[in-house]
């Protein structure tokens, strides 16, 4: 089983700065890698797919680059409504597996 | 539009079975994705629990494949989870999804989840 770390469990950011989450995996997952948006009491949506290619109808402040270990996402100007907590994915092999998730809040 | 809505009780007997079915709508689901179940215990992260195919092919989480089963009836355009033997540990949201193309892949689209709780 692919295990996925994300090692910043809380990221404090002020309204308008750049956030940049990180994930990794334990061994190669190519580009198949997701990440999720979870706001309270909502469920997840689908923000990026193929490591870098984002779902429909997400903004472009939104971007997801890496291959392989190694991945990020980095929004690029943070509005009121992206405080939420984030979540990565892998799908290259059965069993998909979730990161432990980063919650982004506010400075 | 894909939209999938998860039905079944919400308070499930510690020892019994929590059973669920998640309808889809915009979408036959005897096409080529695959069908998936994740949970969410209060407070805490994602845990993907299995996917299904159309043609009956389904993939687990080895942490739970000893107590789970899922099946899909595509006349009625949904898919269901069994969980034998649940304990306060399976106490969580459960979220039906639509997963990867022939293959596991990205959920793109969600149910809104629904909360079951494991109490006697």
């Known amino acids: 089983e692919v295990v996925m770390t994300q090692s910043q469990a809380t990221l404090s950011v002020s309204p308008g700065d750049r956030a940049t989450l990180s994930c990794r995996a334990s061994?190669?997952?190519?580009?198949?890698l997701a990440w999720y948006q979870q706001r309270p009491g909502q469920a997840p949506r689908l923000l990026i797919y193929?490591?870098?290619t984002r779902a429909t109808g997400i903004p472009a402040r939104f971007g997801g680059s890496g291959s392989g270990t190694e991945f990020t996402l980095t929004i690029s100007s943070l509005q009121f409504e992206d405080f939420a907590v984030y979540y990565c994915?892998?799908?290259?092999?059965?069993?998909?597996?979730f990161g432990q998730g980063t919650k982004v809040e506010s400075k | 539009q894909v939209q999938l809505q998860e039905s079944g009780p919400r308070l499930v007997k510690p020892s019994e079975t929590l059973s669920l079915t998640c309808s889809v709508s915009?979408?036959?689901?005897?096409?080529?994705?695959?069908w998936g179940w994740i949970r969410q215990p209060p407070g805490k992260g994602l845990e993907w629990i299995g996917s299904?195919?159309?043609?009956?092919?389904?993939h687990y989480n080895p942490s739970l494949k000893s107590r789970v089963t899922l099946s899909i009836d595509t006349s009625n355009n949904q898919f269901s989870l069994n969980l034998r033997f649940v304990t306060a540990a399976d106490t969580a949201v459960y979220y039906c999804?639509?997963?990867?193309?022939?293959?596991?892949?990205?959920?793109?689209?969600w149910g809104q989840g629904t909360l079951v709780t494991v109490s006697s």
């Open positions: 999804a639509r997963d990867g193309k022939h293959d596991s892949g990205a959920l793109d689209y």
């Open positions: 915009g979408y036959f689901i005897n096409n080529d994705h695959f």
């Open positions: 299904i195919y159309h043609s009956g092919s389904t």
């Open positions: 061994q190669s997952v190519g580009r198949n």
């Open positions: 193929g490591a870098s």
């Open positions: 994915q892998q799908y290259n092999n059965w069993p998909q597996t």
